[in-house]
Each structure stands twice: as C-alpha cells, then as structure tokens.
C-alpha cells in the first residue's frame, strides 16, 4: 500500500503537537509530541461549552520555525500518525459526486482522522510547509460549488492533505486555493458539516490563514503568527 506509517496514540487526553521546521540546510522536518493531562472528562468536547483549537508559532535563534496546536478532540477522531508519499493518486469530492483529482509531489507526516489517511487534521511535508485544521464554530460558510466545476471542487476535510501535498510555501496555497472552490459536505462521522478554517506556517516563518466568511474564501497573512 502507499501508506507508508500509520500509528496509534493515546486517547483520554488533551494533546498537544509541537512540529518543529527546518531552515534551507536540513529539509526533513522532525515531529515532537507533547500532551497535557486534563481532569477526567473535562475535555473540551465533553463540557458542553464552545470548543475551539489554538496553534502558534516559535522561531529559534538558529532560523528553525516550530508549530505548536491543541487538538480539542482527542478522543473522538481516532486520530493516527500517517506517512504519505510522493507520486500518490489522491481525489476529493463534489455535489456532482468526484471532485478535484492530483498527484501528491510532497512527501507529508501528519495526524489523520475517522479512520482515512487522507483526512489530515494537521501536518508537514518535505519542504517545511505546516498546515492545520482548527476548529471555528460560527464563523465557517463555505464556498457552493457550481455545477460543472467538480474538476476544481474540494472538500474542506481535504484542504490539509491537498495543501501539503501540491505546495510548499504559505503564498504558494494562497494561489492554488484560489483556483479552487471548497465546500463543506456532511460527513456522518462526526455529524456534521465541520467548521474550520485552515491554519499555514512555512519555512521561511511565513504565517497565513484561509476562512471561509460569507461564502467566500479569505487569505489572510498572519505575522504574528497566532
């Protein structure tokens, strides 16, 4: 299979992934994990409350770029470390049924979710280039794809892997995610269309974010890189 790594982690916690980057003479990113233990069911998916998840950025005095994030929902997506490989068939979906199609030209490690590989809730590939799905309850309104234009159609439970896997930089998906619609299908699973928005850092120590307000993708940069 072209699934190189997928490996369990612990449930019942609050997690906390550190991703740490690389400057142009190193260009495999290592991954550090750490985890924070809350009170028994005090996770943020059991209070009732509104949840959301949180990432920042740290740059080192050598030019090394580290991503931190909280992930709000460790016990519910059954996430797994996953290795993807470059020159992998990979698609997405469209009201019309199939939607964007591409070959993956990165190599990218990241934590997937609901059992699919490709269903990355954040990550890294080859070349520095972080992205995350953070959670945004009451702020997410998808683009709505018009018909006939499945070939450029992407779900957003799609937009890390596609990300990672086509780009390097945080201005190179400003671009290719402007060629795109993205739009917010159900999924059973989690009961829902999910409401995130897309969180980049590269490795340069650009940061930027893409949301989704009033139907309509929004590019913003993001220097203090919170």
Not at 48 to 59: E, H, K, N, P
Not at 162 to 181: I, N, P
Not at 182 to 204: C, F, K, M, Q, S
């Amino acid at each position: 299979e072209p699934l190189l790594g997928r490996h369990e982690r612990d449930d019942e916690v609050h997690q906390t992934f550190l991703w740490c980057g690389v400057d142009g003479s190193r260009r495999h990113p290592t991954i550090l994990r750490s985890r924070c233990s809350l009170a028994p069911g005090a996770t943020a998916a059991r209070t009732g409350g509104r949840v959301m998840c949180t990432s920042f950025q740290l740059r080192a005095d050598d030019g090394s770029v580290c991503v931190a994030r909280t992930m709000e929902f460790p016990d519910m997506l059954g996430a797994k470390l996953t290795v993807l490989p470059r020159g992998l068939a990979l698609s997405s979906t469209s009201p019309e049924g199939a939607g964007a199609s591409w070959t993956t030209r990165y190599g990218v490690v990241g934590m997937d979710a609901i059992g699919s590989p490709q269903l990355l809730t954040d990550g890294m590939n080859e070349e520095g280039l972080y992205a995350g799905a953070l959670y945004m309850p009451g702020f997410a309104s998808y683009e709505e794809p018009r018909p006939g234009e499945a070939a450029t159609t992407l779900a957003i439970l799609d937009a890390v892997v596609y990300a990672l896997t086509t780009c390097t930089s945080v201005a190179e998906v400003f671009d290719a995610f402007a060629e795109l619609t993205v739009w917010g299908p159900e999924n059973p699973l989690i009961h829902g269309v999910p409401p995130l928005h897309l969180v980049l850092h590269d490795a340069t120590g650009a940061s930027g974010v893409i949301e989704f307000e009033d139907g309509a993708q929004k590019h913003r940069d993001n220097p203090l890189g919170v």
